[in-house]
């Protein structure tokens, strides 16, 4: 039982570091239920509509989809927190040089991620119950559905940790084998829920066949976790001085973006942000091959479908690619933040610098999901250059929002590598959606009516949107100003 002691601190420590939170900010916790419980709400309300409206044959989501979706948004949500807690935190050598097996640490480490994941899928599943029984929704929630979604949280969860452990390891021969090893597993899970079109009992039996899978994979990958922790926080080593990244006109913001960019680099964090984007881009391309022409929607919807599938991705990428790094700017510094603090360089000069850092991947998010599913599509010319300008403002917008936050409340709990606490991150999240629905429908509602004006404004938002990212720079930087370096 030695890896309950690992999950009973790692929970209690967290738990203390919640309550502190909520002590200091008691409005942060009360919008987040009331946007936790819209957000319900919200999802029962579409999922009531599509059931009374029907959708065309081409779009119809099964039961199996559903499982499949959650079971694959959890191995992502999985793999990034195992990633920040079992592989990344270079405070794990006190745990690995305690007197306990490899097994117990990533058991511990995998029930503190299951335990609060779950945690919230208790809170949605029970909002719910009672929104459908209180307003009468016409939403089917059947116990079978109800007892897959709960195992295909765990085993997508359980997934996501192995993959983390595996696409750790020391070299990319070993990773790649290690990957390639974990997808028949992925693939049993895919064939069983969507590609066979399987009815609920069909789909719950696969997610019971698949959990007990996932689970000895966790127990599998603990005898890499050495390796995968040496391998992420040793880094890459240089033996030679190599020529500046990315060239600027101040000398000290240079420097400090080039040590910005390198540290990323170093950290597999650059690799990682890129494969992220490119996954997406992918995704994206797959579900016009899969989907094809949006056949039996309104003609007036129809043009609509893939432009709104690509506004999607720029939000997923821009809020997980820029927001969610400009948050843990500061924060991830944790006790190292004395050694820039102690620089002859000005406030603005280090956010000027790490804001620059983080904003290097936005022309990735135009490159790998803006422009694939136009071109293939065949889309017109202006809706092409309509796309790029929001994408680009969004860019802006977002990574303005992350810096904003991240200068605000910096965290610097050394278990989340700078992140906020998920109350904070579901927070700016649903903000970050907001932004991003003004951001990308005011200039396309204006482009429905006037191509060229369209585009204008497009342009003065992307301007707006540029402004925004200097003010919060600059508000980041007076908080950077008065933080006490501990």
């Not at 807690?85 to 794990?92: G, K, Q, V």
């Not at 117990?104 to 459908?132: D, I, Y």
């Not at 007892?147 to 996501?160: E, K, M, P």
Request: aromatic fraction near 10%; glycine fraction near 8%.
């Amino acid at each position: 039982m030695r890896f309950y002691a690992v999950y009973a601190a790692d929970v209690v420590d967290a738990a203390r570091a919640l309550a502190a939170r909520v002590t200091r900010r008691k409005s942060g916790a009360i919008w987040f239920g009331i946007l936790f419980a819209g957000s319900v709400w919200l999802a029962l309300r579409l999922g009531e509509i599509a059931l009374t409206v029907g959708l065309p044959p081409t779009l119809e989501i099964t039961p199996g989809t559903l499982l499949f979706m959650a079971f694959f948004a959890m191995l992502g949500k999985g793999a990034v927190d195992a990633y920040h807690r079992a592989i990344r935190p270079e405070s794990l050598v006190f745990l690995l040089a305690q007197p306990m097996s490899r097994r117990s640490v990533a058991l511990g480490k995998f029930f503190t991620v299951l335990w609060f994941n779950l945690a919230f899928l208790a809170g949605a599943l029970g909002l719910a119950v009672a929104f459908v029984a209180a307003n009468r929704m016409q939403v089917p929630l059947p116990w079978e559905f109800g007892a897959g979604l709960v195992l295909a949280v765990v085993a997508g969860l359980a997934s996501g940790f192995t993959l983390a452990v595996l696409g750790s390891l020391g070299t990319w021969r070993r990773k790649a084998l290690g990957l390639a090893s974990y997808a028949p597993v992925i693939a049993f899970v895919y064939l069983g829920l969507e590609s066979s079109a399987p009815s609920l009992g069909q789909a719950l039996a696969t997610v019971v066949a698949a959990t007990p899978i996932a689970l000895c994979g966790v127990l599998a990958s603990s005898d890499f976790l050495i390796e995968a922790w040496n391998s992420q926080t040793a880094g890459r080593r240089r033996t030679k001085a190599s020529r500046t990244i990315l060239r600027l006109p101040e000398p000290k913001l240079e420097a400090l973006v080039d040590a910005e960019l390198r540290t990323m680099a170093r950290k597999r964090q650059t690799a990682l942000t890129f494969a992220t984007i490119a996954v997406l881009g992918i995704a994206l391309v797959a579900l016009f091959f899969l989907v094809g022409p949006p056949v039996g929607l309104p003609p007036r919807f129809a043009g609509l479908f893939y432009p709104i599938v690509i506004a999607m991705g720029i939000y997923v990428a821009a809020a997980t690619q820029l927001a969610v790094p400009g948050m843990a700017a500061i924060g991830k510094e944790l006790d190292r933040l004395w050694i820039l603090k102690s620089l002859l360089v000005s406030g603005t000069t280090v956010v000027q610098a790490k804001t620059i850092a983080i904003f290097v991947s936005a022309p990735a998010v135009v490159a790998a999901v803006v422009l694939p599913l136009p071109l293939l599509a065949g889309f017109p010319a202006m809706v092409t250059a309509l796309l790029v300008i929001l994408a680009v403002s969004t860019c802006f917008a977002l990574t303005a929002l992350g810096i904003w936050v991240g200068g605000r409340h910096p965290n610097f709990d050394p278990n989340t590598q700078g992140l906020p606490d998920s109350i904070e991150m579901y927070n700016v999240f649903l903000a970050a959606l907001v932004l991003a629905f003004v951001v990308l429908a005011g200039p396309a509602q204006v482009y429905g009516r006037d191509h060229v004006l369209g585009l204008l404004v497009a342009m003065l938002v992307a301007d707006v949107a540029a402004l925004l990212l200097v003010l919060a720079t600059r508000g980041a930087a007076r908080r950077y100003e008065v933080l006490e370096a501990g």
